[in-house]
């Protein structure tokens, strides 16, 4: 088994009998990855499930063993990456071992991290920042330089376009006011007004859909258009930009709320070895800290204090239910929200035929 900080190892969540892969409730056991699961099997509210080795579910594949590629290619028939990570994340990492696989497209649509500088493991627990910078997602390094622009690659244009206006692909109207209003803003009231009571993975979440809903929407539509495969999906823990995504898509397929929101908190049960990944890795080691903000550098740290830092960041089901539901008020519902947004009913029912049949 694989060694993590406190001595924890990887639990075993599948194995393989007579050559074929076996599965525990979705769980795909893999030597380089720690989150991964296939969706086949959610209720529908139409009283089907969803297909297995359609769309699968990850954290970061860069450790990925020449094993692992093979499973995820040849057993769950993996055609199609959607890669959430940011740009900044990629560079870093490197490529990964799966995009060196002729028979896999991967794809790139980032929803840049809202909450850590180079990752979104810390959504569940925000403390010390101030609204307007988790709303933003903005952070300033030392030599005054805003994250957002390093990790998102935007720079400001020669005609002094704002930060903003890059980052969440908004145009300003001639009369100067934002020309695209969000379902969870009101008129021009803006949504650190809206959205101050509300817990800090929710902000980070409605962060996504505000700051980068055509790629969440260009996420959907490929998982839809993927006839031949399974799509996986995945960004650095596998829980938030991921876990969004995956939530959205299936329920156009028609789960079951109760069922999605289930799924979402599923990564939770992994969230020690989820962020023992992140901890030891160069890339994203600063976003994993302890409860008063010091980064974790010791990896064979007291088991029980190991424990304690990562269940601040296990994933909560009311988090998602309360993404919804905000939806829901403002939007008239997640469909409705991605429709506006520009998935269009052909795309809806491709997605359904595609993950139910």
């Not at 590629?69 to 890669?83: A, T, W």
């Not at 993404?323 to 997640?334: F, M, S, T, V």
């Amino acid at each position: 088994m694989s060694s993590f900080p406190g001595g924890h190892g990887t639990k075993v969540l599948s194995l393989t009998v007579n050559g074929e892969s076996k599965t525990s409730e979705g769980w795909i056991q893999l030597d380089g990855a720690v989150n991964v699961r296939d969706l086949g099997g959610l209720p529908t509210d139409d009283g089907r499930v969803t297909r297995h080795r359609r769309l699968l579910r990850a954290d970061n594949l860069q450790d990925l063993s020449e094993t692992d590629v093979r499973l995820l290619v040849d057993d769950f028939g993996v055609r199609q990456v959607l890669d959430l990570r940011t740009a900044a994340e990629i560079e870093l990492e490197g490529p990964g071992p799966i995009t060196r696989e002729p028979a896999v497209a991967v794809r790139e649509f980032t929803l840049y991290p809202e909450a850590g500088k180079r990752t979104d493991a810390l959504t569940e627990d925000q403390a010390g920042a101030s609204l307007d910078e988790e709303l933003a997602g903005v952070k300033t390094d030392q030599a005054g330089v805003s994250l957002d622009e390093e990790l998102a690659g935007v720079k400001t244009d020669q005609a002094g376009a704002s930060l903003d206006e890059e980052l969440a692909g908004v145009k300003t109207d001639q009369a100067g006011a934002n020309a695209a209003q969000m379902p969870w803003t009101s008129g021009r009231q803006k949504p650190a007004a809206i959205d101050a009571d509300e817990r800090p993975g929710v902000i980070h979440y409605l962060g996504y859909l505000r700051h980068a809903a055509d790629n969440v929407v260009e996420s959907l539509r490929a998982i839809g258009a993927c006839s031949d495969g399974a799509t996986l999906v995945h960004c650095a823990a596998g829980k938030d930009r991921t876990g969004t995504v995956v939530a959205l898509a299936v329920l156009v397929a028609g789960v079951r709320r109760e069922e999605v929101v289930a799924d979402y908190a599923r990564s939770g049960e992994v969230i020690e070895q989820i962020m023992a990944r992140l901890a030891s890795t160069s890339t994203y080691a600063a976003d994993v800290s302890d409860a008063d903000g010091n980064p974790v550098t010791d990896v064979n740290m007291d088991p029980v204090a190991w424990a304690a830092i990562a269940n601040r960041q296990r994933p909560q089901p009311e988090t998602m239910q309360r993404l919804l539901e905000i939806l829901d008020e403002r939007a008239g519902g997640p469909i409705q929200w991605l429709t506006d947004e520009g998935l269009t009913p052909d795309e809806q029912e491709a997605i359904r035929v595609h993950l139910v049949g």
